[in-house]
C-alpha cells in the first residue's frame, strides 16, 4: 500500500515543481515627501492603489497644533516657496464635502497635529487612483497641507489657509 500512495505524492510533487508560477503582482503604491517652506523635512504620504480606491497615510511633523486641511493638488511641483506651483485641488469643482456636488477629487480630511508637532491620518477615496489618468498623469500630483482647518464647504479651498507642506507623488 505504500508504494501506490508514495507514487501519487512523487506525481504531486513533480506537477507542482513544473507548474507556472501565477503570483500576482503587488498593487500599484506611491510616496510623497512633504517638505516646507525652507525645504526642510516635515514628513511623509504613502498612497496604496486598492481595487475600488487609494489609501493615503500621512504623517507629519513640525507644524503647528491643531487641524489643517489636507488636499492632493493637480501639478507635481512644489518649487515656488508658497507652493502655489501645485496648481488647484484635482477635480476643479465645487470644494468641499459638505457641497451639493460632494467635492473635489482632491479633497481629503483633516490632519490633526498635536501639541508635539506630530500628526498622523489615513484618508481613503475612490476619486483618486494610482493611474494614468489620475495621480500619474502626465504632470504628476502633490499632497499639500494647509495652515489652518478645512471646513469642507467655503470656496475656493475650505477657509484652510496658506500651503505649509507639499510633497510631490512619485512612483
Given at each position: 500500500?505504500?508504494?501506490?500512495?508514495?507514487?501519487?505524492?512523487?506525481?504531486?510533487?513533480a506537477a507542482c515543481a513544473t507548474a507556472p508560477a501565477t503570483a500576482t503582482p503587488p498593487p500599484p503604491s506611491a510616496g510623497a515627501m512633504l517638505k516646507g517652506p525652507a525645504g526642510e523635512n516635515l514628513g511623509e504620504a504613502r498612497f496604496q492603489q486598492t481595487p475600488t480606491g487609494l489609501v493615503i497615510?500621512?504623517?507629519?511633523?513640525?507644524?503647528t497644533p491643531g487641524w489643517h486641511g489636507m488636499?492632493?493638488?493637480?501639478?507635481?511641483?512644489?518649487?515656488?516657496?508658497?507652493?502655489?506651483?501645485?496648481?488647484?485641488?484635482?477635480?476643479?469643482?465645487?470644494?468641499?464635502f459638505l457641497t451639493m456636488s460632494g467635492g473635489e477629487a482632491g479633497d481629503l480630511p483633516n490632519i490633526w497635529v498635536g501639541a508635539d508637532g506630530?500628526?498622523?491620518?489615513?484618508?481613503?477615496?475612490?476619486r483618486l487612483s494610482?493611474?494614468?489618468?489620475?495621480l500619474w498623469d502626465a504632470d504628476t500630483a502633490?499632497?499639500?497641507?494647509?495652515?489652518?482647518?478645512?471646513?469642507?464647504?467655503?470656496?475656493?479651498?475650505?477657509?484652510?489657509?496658506?500651503?505649509?507642506?507639499?510633497?510631490?507623488?512619485?512612483?
Open positions: 500500500m505504500k508504494g501506490p500512495i508514495a507514487l501519487a505524492a512523487a506525481a504531486a510533487l497615510d500621512v504623517e507629519v511633523r513640525g507644524l488636499h492632493v493638488h493637480e501639478k507635481g511641483d512644489c518649487s515656488a516657496k508658497d507652493f502655489t506651483s501645485a496648481g488647484a485641488h484635482v477635480g476643479h469643482a465645487e470644494h468641499g506630530m500628526g498622523k491620518a489615513q484618508a481613503y477615496t475612490t494610482l493611474g494614468p489618468d489620475s502633490a499632497l499639500v497641507i494647509h495652515a489652518a482647518r478645512d471646513d469642507h464647504y467655503t470656496q475656493p479651498i475650505g477657509g484652510s489657509g496658506a500651503r505649509v507642506a507639499c510633497g510631490v507623488v512619485t512612483h
